[in-house]
């Protein structure tokens, strides 16, 4: 089975624009969860979604936002990026939710300056 | 809120012996404690998981136990090699609501 797959790999943003990631889940998993990682705050629960609809929502301004095809590929999307949205961003899918069993993508890794 | 905390932050050790990460958290309906394993330039793997109602679980030559009393719980890694080199995540789940709370990371070096 493929793995967890996100696009695209590096980004590179200047403050006030806007930018979408993709995440596509292991084939047969309906839950994606997103997580943003630092250096300084570590792994931090953005959202998850589940059949299309979000199940769960971390402590993130409303500039983080995403959503959830039919097919379970989900996109995130920040706006007005900020110098310190700079990080790596993870999804990671599961079968059926955030505390089972969750399998990372290798994350986008964005850039804002 | 709740948390987990991690400890060390760094290890290192020596090739061929043990290793142990520890990790306590804060709410006692946390019923799932993954680990996860992150090389550079990847997302974390999981490598071993335990619920609330076992003690220990063992896979080849990593381990986890967890004392729910103590709200604690530890990844032994025996024998350990030059490729268990990276950072090591514990977690838990928030028992209210669907989410996992990660801890701040272990930087692991095996030592030639």
């Known amino acids: 089975k493929a793995g967890v797959t996100q696009t695209p790999r590096y980004l590179i943003k200047t403050r006030g624009q806007q930018v979408t990631l993709s995440c596509s889940p292991i084939s047969g998993h309906r839950s994606v969860s997103w997580y943003q990682q630092t250096p300084g705050q570590g792994l931090q629960f953005l959202f998850e979604y589940f059949s299309e609809t979000q199940r769960n929502k971390g402590n993130f301004p409303g500039r983080f936002s995403g959503r959830q095809f039919s097919n379970s590929r989900s996109e995130m999307n920040v706006s007005t990026l900020e110098l310190g949205d700079s990080a790596l961003y993870l999804c990671?899918?599961?079968?059926?939710?955030?505390?089972?069993?969750?399998?990372f993508g290798p994350g986008t890794r964005l850039l804002v300056l | 809120g709740e948390n987990v905390e991690q400890h060390p932050s760094t290890l290192s050790v020596q090739e061929g012996d043990s290793a142990v990460i520890k990790c306590t958290y804060s709410d006692s309906a946390s019923n799932y404690f993954p680990w996860y394993k992150q090389e550079l330039g990847k997302g974390p793997q999981l490598i071993i998981d335990i619920r609330s109602n076992v003690g220990e679980k063992k896979d080849q030559r990593i381990a986890v136990t967890l004392n729910k009393t103590a709200k604690h719980f530890s990844l032994h890694i025996t024998e350990t090699q030059p490729e268990d080199s990276a950072v090591y995540f514990c977690?838990?789940?928030?028992?209210?609501?669907?989410?996992?709370?990660f801890g701040k990371g272990t930087r692991l070096h095996i030592l030639p």
């Open positions: 977690a838990a789940s928030i028992g209210r609501d669907d989410k996992i709370i």
């Open positions: 990671a899918s599961s079968l059926f939710g955030s505390q089972e069993t969750q399998y």
